[in-house]
C-alpha cells in the first residue's frame, strides 16, 4: 500500500483530545496579545503589508512551483498546500526574538495573519490543490466543504484567540504570568502534541517520512527565504528582515496536522508532511535564529525597533 492510500487513524476521544491541545496552545498565544498589537500595525504598515503578502499569497504560488518541480505523490503534494496555506506558528514570537528580529512586528503578524487564516487557509489548500491535477483528484474524492472547514478553523483559531486576548484585558497580572509559563512550556506542548498525532500511526511515519523528508526541506527553505527576500527587496531593516523570515518559515503545521484528520482522514501524505514539518521547523528554526543571534542587527536598521 502506498503513501496515497494510507490513512493515519484516530479515535474519537484522541482526536478531540488534540483538537483540546492545539485550541489551548493559540490560548496561552492569545495571553500575549492585546489590541493594541493590532493598532501598532496601522503605525507602519509596510513590513506587516510585505509580511503577509509573502504568507498568504507568495508562499503558496511558489509552494505550486515547488510541487511542479519536484511532481511528489499527490497526497505529499496537498500536504505541501496545506502547511503553506497556514498562518504563522505560535514559536515565530519566541524565535524571532531570539533572533535579534523585531518581536513586535512578529506578533503583529501572528495575530493578524491567524485571523485572516480562518477565510485565508481553506481558500489556498483548495485553491491550490484545484489547480494541480492530481491533488484536485484527491480534493474532489473527499468533497470538502469550505464552510465546515472555516466553522472548524473558528472554533481552533478564532475562540482561543478571543477568550485568550479577553482574559488578558480583564486579569493583565495573571496573563502575564501565565503567558511566560506557556512560553517556557510551548515546545515542549508542540512536541507532545506532535507525538499523540504519530502515537497510533508510528510505524506508518518510520516507514513513509522518508519521502518527504526532503521535500518538507526545501519547502521550509523556500519559506524562509521569501520572507528574507521580501523584505528586503523593499528595503526593510535587518531586524524586520529577519522577524519576516522566521514568521514564515514558521508555519502552525500543528493546525495542519488537525485538519488533515478532521477533513482528509488522516490522508498519509498530507499527515506526514505536516507531522515532519511540526518536527523540522523547530530545529531550522533554533539553528537560524542561534545564528542570526550572534549577529547583531546593522546599527542603521534600528529605525524600526519596537
Known amino acids: 500500500m502506498g503513501i496515497d492510500e494510507i490513512q493515519l487513524n484516530f479515535n474519537e476521544s484522541t482526536l478531540f483530545l488534540m483538537n483540546v491541545l492545539i485550541g489551548f496552545i493559540m490560548f496561552g498565544v492569545a495571553l500575549d496579545l ?30 505550486f512551483l515547488l510541487v511542479l518541480l519536484l511532481q511528489p505523490r499527490p497526497s505529499i503534494a496537498l500536504g505541501m498546500f496545506l502547511v503553506a496555506a497556514c498562518p504563522g506558528g505560535n514559536l ?53 466543504s469550505p464552510t465546515d472547514l472555516i466553522t472548524t478553523i473558528v472554533i481552533l483559531l478564532g475562540i482561543p484567540l478571543t477568550l485568550g486576548m479577553l482574559v488578558n484585558k480583564r486579569f493583565p497580572d495573571w496573563s502575564k504570568k501565565a503567558s511566560k509559563w506557556m512560553k517556557r512550556f510551548s515546545i515542549g506542548f508542540f512536541i ?16 513513509y517520512v522518508g519521502m518527504v523528508v526532503f521535500a518538507v526541506f526545501l519547502h521550509n527553505l523556500l519559506a524562509i527565504m521569501i520572507g528574507y527576500s521580501s523584505a528586503r527587496s523593499f528595503g526593510l531593516p535587518e531586524r524586520d528582515r529577519r522577524a519576516i523570515a522566521i514568521e514564515i518559515g514558521i508555519q502552525n503545521s500543528g493546525l495542519g496536522l488537525i485538519l488533515v484528520f478532521n477533513f482528509f482522514g488522516g490522508l498519509g501524505g498530507m499527515a506526514i508532511v505536516a507531522a515532519w514539518w511540526s518536527i523540522w521547523h523547530i530545529i531550522a528554526g533554533l539553528t537560524i535564529a542561534s545564528f542570526w543571534s550572534r549577529r547583531p542587527p546593522a546599527t542603521e536598521s534600528e529605525g524600526h525597533a519596537a
Open 34 to 63: 492585546t489590541v493594541h498589537d493590532f493598532k501598532r500595525t496601522l503605525k507602519s504598515p509596510k513590513p506587516f503589508i510585505i509580511g503577509l503578502t509573502a504568507q498568504f499569497i507568495l508562499l503558496p504560488a511558489f509552494t
Open 92 to 144: 515565530s514570537n519566541f524565535l524571532a526574538h531570539l533572533s535579534k528580529g523585531r518581536t513586535t512586528l512578529s506578533i503583529s503578524m501572528s495575530a493578524v495573519s491567524t485571523l485572516l487564516a480562518i477565510i485565508m487557509t481553506p481558500l489556498n489548500t483548495l485553491m491550490w490543490g484545484s489547480f494541480y491535477g492530481p491533488t484536485n483528484d484527491l480534493l474532489r474524492s473527499f468533497m470538502i
Open 192 to 207: 507532545l502534541f506532535v507525538i499523540g498525532a504519530l502515537a497510533n500511526n508510528f510505524e506508518h511515519f518510520i516507514d
